[in-house]
């Protein structure tokens, strides 16, 4: 009985981990880390120490990096504080509206950020175009290691 409650944990982890991915509210790698430990306490387990500690550490450095690449991307492309401000407000207003809203939301909040420090579109459409490419460069990474993650719980798993 605690087996299939061990499971049914995972499967539901698993897939609020790939959300997670998406959706900035929650850290999908770390909960889709967890899936793996919950069918590592199970009759499908154990898993082998160093790949559990190996993920655990991928998970944790891809969540710390989500928070880095997009404020990496706005100042590379040439980004100032406004613009990296109003990019991450403009990913909380983008949650209120879907999945169009968290991509675009970033991507409108620097660009409205940097128009609000100087007048040069040119300049305000790069930096909201570097906050897009940090978003969607976090997003891919943590698609990437919670795929590994889900893989490796479905070898377990079987």
């Not at 069918?39 to 160093?50: A, V």
Request: hydrophobic share 60%; net charge positive; with cysteine.
């Amino acid at each position: 009985m605690a087996d299939l409650f061990l499971l049914a944990l995972g499967i539901t982890l698993i897939i609020l981990g790939l959300i997670g991915c998406v959706l900035p509210v929650l850290p999908g790698p770390p909960i889709s880390f967890l899936a793996l430990v919950s069918i590592n306490y199970s009759k499908w387990g154990p898993i082998d120490n160093d790949l559990l500690w190996m993920l655990g550490a991928v998970a944790v450095a891809v969540t710390i990096l989500d928070y880095i690449v997009p404020v990496w991307g706005t100042k590379k492309f040439g980004g100032s504080k406004r613009g990296i401000w109003g990019a991450a407000i403009g990913l909380v207003v983008g949650l209120f509206f879907g999945i169009l809203g968290i991509i675009l939301g970033p991507f409108i909040g620097a660009l409205l950020g940097e128009l609000s420090l100087h007048n040069n579109t040119e300049k305000a459409f790069r930096a909201a175009w570097g906050a897009l490419a940090g978003f969607l460069l976090g997003v891919g990474m943590k698609l990437i290691a919670s795929g590994i993650i889900t893989y490796y719980f479905i070898v377990q798993f079987l």
